[in-house]
């Protein structure tokens, strides 16, 4: 901490001078997380926060589909990512072509995409959701469509596992995320075994075997929002490893351990690029106007539901 100090005082300070506001993702290292972020939470909050900012410019700490739904909630601002690489897999996964041909086979039945995602395939969707509130919103569709099915895409687990938590039927795709598949059920039982008094907790990105096996399974800040309730003496949270430093300060009775996953490219975004992005205003991320317009109609609708 001591070593950044300087680093993150001069980004306050730009970032003040410049009406700028940095959106950080919860899995951003603590230095960033602590130091710099504005406002921290899930893909959810990031995208609330957002649509209701009022900086002219946005620092989005997080991957490039995060940049994206900003600058699709705030057509007029700037919004810049620190390293244009910082992608995701599940985003990777399909393109807009995929779910035209997806909408092709199942006429009448709603798109819900994930929000991690790219405006390209936001604009073929009717309606976002996360991971936060995507049974939710499968309902919510269903209702609204008068039909028992929906397409749940692009990840094939979180499907899978608000499948088990709903009666519509969900037609999913195979995306993955490159963190979260890697966690399987001998790990968990490997954790018990290990530490048989911790709780375990999981991203709904995880395979549901997993979550079977966890005692919680919730979002990034759903997660965190639990070990406040509940102050557990010992947890493991089965997700990205910054995740647990990050909350490690507000739940000082608990002892966070368990395996350490990294996702390259949440890492890419650091202090220094991130200063970098405040002083020479780059990298900027642009959304077509009419693709943002279809986009946002869909990000939209999941921002307007009541928590
Ligand atoms: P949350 O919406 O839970 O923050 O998840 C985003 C993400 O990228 C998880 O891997
Ligand atoms: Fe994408 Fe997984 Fe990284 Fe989240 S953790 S940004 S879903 S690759």
């Not at 910082?86 to 086979?105: E, F, N, P, W, Y």
């Not at 991690?116 to 991971?131: F, G, I, L, P």
């Amino acid at each position: 901490w001591q070593l950044h100090a300087p680093l993150i005082a001069e980004i306050n300070r730009i970032k003040r001078e410049k009406n700028a506001v940095i959106l950080a993702h919860n899995y951003m290292a603590p230095e960033i997380f602590h130091g710099v972020g504005d406002y921290v939470g899930d893909s959810l909050g990031l995208a609330r926060e957002a649509a209701r900012s009022d900086a002219d410019i946005i620092i989005q700490a997080g991957v490039h589909f995060m940049a994206e739904t900003s600058k699709v909630l705030c057509p007029d601002k700037k919004v810049l990512i620190p390293d244009l690489k910082a992608g995701c897999s599940l985003a990777s996964s399909i393109t807009g072509a995929d779910v035209r041909l997806i909408k092709q086979r199942y006429p009448g039945i709603p798109v819900v995409t994930y929000v991690n995602t790219t405006a390209d395939v936001k604009a073929e969707t009717d309606v976002c959701c996360t991971s936060a509130n995507a049974v939710q919103v499968v309902e919510w569709a269903a209702k609204e469509w008068g039909v028992d099915k929906v397409i749940l895409i692009p990840d094939e687990f979180l499907a899978r596992n608000v499948a088990a938590q709903t009666d519509v039927k969900i037609i999913a795709w195979q995306g993955r995320c490159e963190v979260h598949e890697r966690f399987n059920a001998q790990d968990i039982a490997d954790m018990r075994q290990a530490w048989p008094d911790a709780q375990i907790l999981a991203h709904p990105e995880c395979p549901e075997e997993v979550l079977s096996a966890a005692d919680f399974a919730g979002s990034t800040a759903a997660m965190n929002d639990w070990v406040v309730d509940h102050q557990p003496k010992q947890v493991v949270l089965i997700t990205e490893c910054s995740m647990a430093s990050n909350i490690q300060a507000q739940s000082p009775g608990t002892q966070f351990i368990g395996p350490c996953m990294m996702c390259p490219h949440m890492k890419r975004i650091t202090l220094e690029n991130i200063l970098d992005a405040l002083v020479n205003e780059q990298f900027e991320v642009t959304v077509e106007p009419e693709l943002a317009e279809r986009a946002r109609l869909a990000v939209q609708r999941m921002i307007d539901m009541p928590p």
